[in-house]
């Protein structure tokens, strides 16, 4: 036994370490490290295996996955706000301006009130865990205590987190109950969210980051928005805000600055390498091939979009064009904390991209972009997981040496969950995709983050 390993698993797994293709690893053993990390994955057929599980199993360090489970890798969620919890699957109907204003700015409001943030951030940490999500972006309210406190619960229960203050301090643009007092106190609050969230990570297992977070273009002043991407660069950290997610905020920034959002957010010195942009249905190729070249995200979020843009987001066009991408629920623009849901999305919404929908025009007058638009459910998990990974730079969403172990156990044969089709069409895609288009949060059945166990539901009844 490797003086390193710590811990072994034996199981089936699948994951995605490149884009396009599934790798089934089936009855495979994988050592994990005193850190968390995949020291390396034994394959069945590798002949020292037998002889390991026997050393691990003796050692008392061997987990078996169990029969009619399998091992996905621990979703990576790029887009979350995480104080509009409370309103998810609500006021959907209004156009995001509205939303924002009739529902979003009351509720976030309240995060002023640290006892509700208490409540309703352990919830949302225990929803999203509960759904295989091991590595979440957050934006938090406008509240620097709040979202000190969210960096804090994040920490407290091991889920990875990469977590913002959001700051919307244009008196023109935001209600007086609800924005930053002044451009000073909102530069302040950045800097001191930032020093308080590196505070907790060095003492955190999984990792927890700060984000400098302008809520978006409309929302904010210029004097702000330079001031926060002069802060991203001093103090060399992630930067996440919304952009080109609607034809009126498009139309907005392009009136206020005579240059669309991706050139503004630019000049402001927020598109940085791992810079995370939601949305961008509105992307042009030329904007597209700038945020390549930086290093930019995107975080795709195809429930938001359908509700907020009137467009979808055309994914394998960025992904072509070299630009980061991964998968965001944005809770609650998009209703549902399930990666799962969201990977089901991603794909239905693309082959809507791909045709068009309009069936009373002939099929090539439909809008639809045509051949090499559609996302695989294959390629959807690779953007919940490995791209997510690869999209903020970080070592997770695969079972390969070197990453830190995030893993999700899914049990096929739940009571109202059996997934296994009567074992008609049995092939590792078979298994795979009736896992991503058909299970629900009951057949994720543990949860793992850096090699420790956060969720047991097996014992928690
Ligand atoms: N643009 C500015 N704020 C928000 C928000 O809270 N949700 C979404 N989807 N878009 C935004
Ligand atoms: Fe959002």
Not at 54 to 59: I, V
Not at 157 to 165: C, F, S
Not at 372 to 379: H, I, Q
Request: charge should be negative; charged fraction near 20%.
């Amino acid at each position: 036994m490797s003086q390193n390993v710590k811990q072994a698993f034996l199981g089936s797994f699948f994951h995605t370490p490149i884009y396009g293709s599934f790798e089934y690893l089936e009855d495979a053993l994988i050592e994990v490290d005193a850190a968390g990390v995949i020291a390396r994955v034994v394959r069945k057929d590798d002949p020292a295996q037998a002889a390991l599980i026997n050393t691990y199993r003796e050692a008392g360090v061997l987990t078996e996955l169990g029969e009619n489970r399998y091992g996905l890798p621990g979703f990576v969620d790029i887009h979350v706000h995480a104080p509009q919890w409370p309103q998810a699957a609500l006021a959907l109907d209004e156009p995001l301006y509205v939303w924002l204003e009739k529902c979003t700015f009351p509720l976030e409001s309240k995060f002023a009130d640290l006892d509700f943030a208490d409540k309703v951030y352990r919830d949302l940490v225990n929803q999203l865990l509960a759904r295989g999500s091991t590595t979440t972006v957050y934006l938090g309210s406008a509240h620097l205590e709040s979202s000190i406190l969210l960096a804090e619960i994040c920490n407290a229960k091991g889920q990875r987190a990469l977590v913002g203050k959001t700051v919307m301090d244009d008196p023109a643009a935001n209600p007086p109950y609800y924005r930053d007092a002044s451009v000073q106190s909102a530069l302040a609050d950045v800097q001191k969210h930032i020093d308080a969230v590196e505070a907790i990570n060095r003492n955190s297992w999984a990792g927890v980051y700060p984000v400098v977070t302008p809520r978006f273009i409309p929302s904010c002043t210029d004097e702000v928005l330079k001031g926060m991407g002069d802060i991203a660069a001093k103090n060399d950290v992630y930067v996440q805000t919304h952009c080109n997610e609607g034809q009126w905020e498009h139309d907005v920034v392009l009136e206020r600055f005579g240059k669309t959002d991706p050139y503004a957010l630019r000049d402001f010195g927020l598109l940085r390498e791992h810079a995370i942009m939601a949305h961008c249905p509105y992307l042009t190729p030329e904007e597209g091939e700038m945020f390549a070249e930086l290093g930019v995200t995107i975080a795709h979020c195809p429930m938001a979009n359908s509700y907020f843009s009137s467009a979808v987001a055309p994914i394998q066009r960025f992904r072509s064009q070299g630009i980061h991408v991964g998968l965001g629920t944005d809770i609650s623009g998009g209703y549902s904390p399930s990666m799962y849901e969201n990977i089901r999305q991603a794909v239905l919404v693309s082959r809507l991209l791909e045709t068009g929908v309009n069936a009373m025009l002939p099929p090539d007058a439909r809008g639809g972009l045509g051949e090499g638009t559609r996302l695989s459910v294959v390629e959807a998990l690779w953007l919940a997981t490995k791209g997510g990974g690869e999209a903020l730079g970080l070592p997770v969403g695969s079972f390969q040496p070197g990453c830190d172990f995030d893993l999700q156990v899914v049990d096929v044969k739940r009571r109202d969950g059996d997934l296994t089709g009567f074992r008609v069409f049995d092939a590792p895609i078979d298994r795979l995709a009736r896992i991503l288009y058909l299970s629900s949060v009951d057949n994720v059945r543990k949860v793992y983050c850096n090699g420790k166990l956060l969720r047991d539901k097996d014992l928690e009844g």
